[in-house]
């Protein structure tokens, strides 16, 4: 029977096994997704089945810039306690997968794709088995400069892995590129998307969805005050509301935390000191655990699995 790959995903998810033996698990079962599971532990996964319901909320962000400095990814690994994520063996498997992803179109899943031939959800099972607790290749994102195009990529990894940024920038000119001030401008702001998590490069590509609901909230704020505004203020305050929330959040329209002046402006500067034009093209920030629900331990449901 025909195995779609929603379901070999969720017994993946469940049970923590390679691809190819959830499929066989899932057809085996003739589909049925219990008797998959039954299947996976009956062939020796049962120590990653009976960890793949906890949260693996802790690991470490990693990114690298290679291609010459033109090209640029970050990828998050997570495992479920910072004691087994400082583990010199999680750290090196960090790393494969970081490998794993500068050899990727952008775009592919992780859980598709191997390092030195060995897939990295197979990589990650076997380490999970070693160690003890659940390891999730959870995401990644690459940035580069377009073909015909001048410019460098630049990373950031703040406190040891928990948090990391990608920038890339194009530059008119070699030159430009190379330029000191230009390099210290995109250190500069890849600390600054550390510290000031913009959601978009401009307000332009900021998701409309979110925008609408922002909106929504200051309208809400209005409606809530002791001694609310007559409604025709209203459209006028929201925009006014809106358009300072922009520049919080769109990070060439933020303002440094360093020299307390705009990106933008910080930007046209480096690019007037190297003599030609900067620009960013692309950025993206990882932060460790970001939308994962945190483990908190229970001693006793601990020391009732220790006596089982």
């Known amino acids: ?41 009956k062939k020796g996964q049962a120590k990653s089945a009976k960890r793949a319901g906890n949260v693996a909320s802790e690991g470490e962000v990693v990114a690298a810039v290679f291609g010459g400095g033109r090209e640029a990814v970050i990828v998050e690994v997570n495992i479920e306690t910072d004691f087994s994520a400082r583990n010199a063996k999680f750290k090196a498997l960090a790393q494969r997968v970081l490998g794993a992803a500068q050899a990727a ?10 390092f030195d031939g060995k897939n990295l959800v197979d990589d ?13 290749l959870r995401r990644w994102q690459k ?44 250190e500069e702001t ?3 998307v550390a510290a000031m998590e913009p959601l978009a490069l401009t307000s332009a590509e900021l998701d409309p969805a979110l925008v609408a609901r922002q909106r ?36 060439v329209d933020q303002e440094s935390a360093q020299h307390k002046k705009a990106i933008k402006e ?10 030609g034009e900067v620009q960013i ?15 908190v331990e229970d001693l006793r449901a601990g020391v009732a699995e220790l006596l089982q």
């Open 1 to 41: 029977m025909a195995i779609s790959i929603e379901s070999i995903k969720e017994l993946r998810e469940r049970t923590q096994a390679g691809m190819a033996d959830c499929k066989s698990a899932l057809t085996e079962a003739e589909g049925d997704m219990d008797k998959a599971v039954e299947v996976i532990l």
């Open 105 to 114: 179109p952008a775009g592919a899943q992780l859980e598709t794709l191997s």
């Open 124 to 136: 990650a099972n076997e380490l999970t088995a070693i160690v003890g607790e659940k390891i999730t």
């Open 143 to 186: 940035v580069g400069i377009a073909e015909g195009k001048e410019g460098f990529c630049s990373s950031y990894i703040h406190m040891g892995g928990k948090i990391g940024v990608l920038l890339a920038l194009e530059t008119s000119s070699k030159s430009v590129a190379e330029n000191a001030a230009v390099r210290t401008f995109a």
């Open 190 to 192: 890849a600390m600054q």
């Open 216 to 251: 929504d909230i200051f309208e809400a704020q209005l409606r809530d005050e002791a001694k609310p505004k007559p409604a025709a203020m209203w459209l006028k305050i929201i925009d006014g509301k809106v358009a300072k929330w922009f520049q919080e959040v769109s990070l």
């Open 266 to 275: 910080l930007m046209a500067e480096a690019g007037k000191a190297a003599g």
């Open 281 to 295: 093209v692309g950025f993206a920030r990882f932060a460790l655990g970001e939308g994962l629900e945190k483990k």
